[in-house]
C-alpha cells in the first residue's frame, strides 16, 4: 500500500518536468495553505457545531503547466482556446483534522452510558494527498499574466491518490469493548471486526475547486480558492458504522478546504 503510494507521489512530482522538458512549456510552483472542514461519521449531519468543531488543516505545494507560453524560446506559443484558457496542475497535499462527535446525540443531558461514550469518542484524520486538476479559465491567461492587479477565476476539475492514517480513541479506555464503545461502532463493517479502525490505507479521490488569482508582480500571483474532495472511501476518519444497519453513515467521507497560496513563475 505504501509502496502505491510513493509512486503516486512520484509520478505526479515528475510527470510535470518531463512534460517542461520534451515541450518547452511553461512552467510555475507554488505553496498552498488554509483551514480544513472535514465531513465524516463523526458528529451530526447538517450539524452547524460538527461542521465547525471538526475543522483541521492543509499545506501543498503546486506545480503548473502554462501552456500559453513556451520555455524554449520564451515567447507565446500559438494562440489557441486551449492554451488561453486551460492550465494543469499538480498537487502534492498534507492535511490533518482533529475530529470529536457534536450535535444533539451528546448534547442530551440524560447521563446515559450511550451519551458518555459518545462524548468521550475522539480521533483524527491525517491525509497525504498527490494528484492532477485540470484548471479552466473563462477569462484570457494571456491578457491576466500581462497586467498586474488583474483578477483570473478559475474552476478545476482532477483526482488525487490518497494515504490516509486514522487514528479513532476514547477517553473511558480502549475502543473495541462495550464498557468504552458506542454499540453502532462495534457493529462488523466491510470486513473489518468493528466499524473503527486505526489501520493506514488508501484510496482515490475527486477534487473540484473554484477560486481566482490576483497578479502581484510579472512574475508572482497570489492563489485563493475553495476545494471539494470526495474520498471514495469511508474509512478516511477511522469510523465506518455498518451502512446496511446505519443508513445515516452510508455516505463516503469527504472535505472542505479553502486555501491561500502563492504562485512565482519559473519561466
Not at 500500500?1 to 512530482?13: G, H, P, V
Request: proline fraction near 5%; charge should be negative; aromatic fraction near 16%.
Amino acid at each position: 500500500m505504501l509502496k502505491k503510494t510513493l509512486l503516486a507521489l512520484l509520478f505526479a512530482i515528475g510527470f510535470p518536468s518531463l512534460s517542461v522538458a520534451q515541450f518547452d512549456l511553461s512552467s510555475e510552483v507554488g505553496l498552498i495553505m488554509g483551514p480544513v472542514a472535514m465531513q465524516s461519521d463523526y458528529g451530526e449531519r447538517y450539524d452547524f457545531d460538527t461542521n465547525v468543531g471538526n475543522t483541521g488543516f492543509g499545506i501543498g505545494i503546486v506545480h503548473y503547466l502554462n501552456f500559453s507560453y513556451s520555455a524554449g524560446c520564451s515567447c507565446y506559443t500559438p494562440e489557441t482556446y486551449w492554451n488561453d484558457h486551460f492550465k494543469l496542475r499538480t498537487e502534492l497535499s498534507y492535511s490533518y483534522t482533529k475530529l470529536e462527535h457534536f450535535g444533539q446525540w451528546v448534547d442530551r443531558d440524560n447521563g446515559s452510558l450511550g451519551v458518555q461514550q459518545l462524548r468521550a469518542q475522539y480521533g483524527s484524520a491525517s491525509t497525504i494527498s498527490a494528484g492532477m486538476q485540470l484548471e479552466y479559465y473563462p477569462w484570457s491567461i494571456r491578457d491576466f499574466t500581462a497586467t498586474v492587479g488583474s483578477f483570473g477565476p478559475f474552476v478545476s476539475l482532477g483526482a488525487h491518490y490518497n494515504y490516509f492514517n486514522p487514528s479513532a480513541k476514547s477517553t473511558l479506555g480502549p475502543l473495541g469493548l462495550e464498557q468504552t464503545t458506542f454499540p453502532k461502532y462495534l457493529t462488523p463493517s466491510d470486513g473489518k471486526p468493528n466499524g473503527f479502525s486505526n489501520d493506514p490505507e488508501s484510496t482515490w479521490s475527486v477534487v473540484s475547486s473554484i477560486g481566482t488569482r490576483y497578479k502581484l508582480a510579472p512574475l508572482s500571483d497570489l492563489l485563493v480558492d475553495l476545494r471539494f474532495q470526495y474520498y471514495f472511501s469511508n474509512w478516511v476518519d477511522g469510523l465506518n458504522p455498518n451502512p446496511d444497519i446505519y443508513k445515516e453513515n452510508k455516505a463516503n467521507d469527504w472535505l472542505v478546504w479553502f486555501n491561500v497560496g502563492y504562485i512565482y513563475y519559473i519561466d
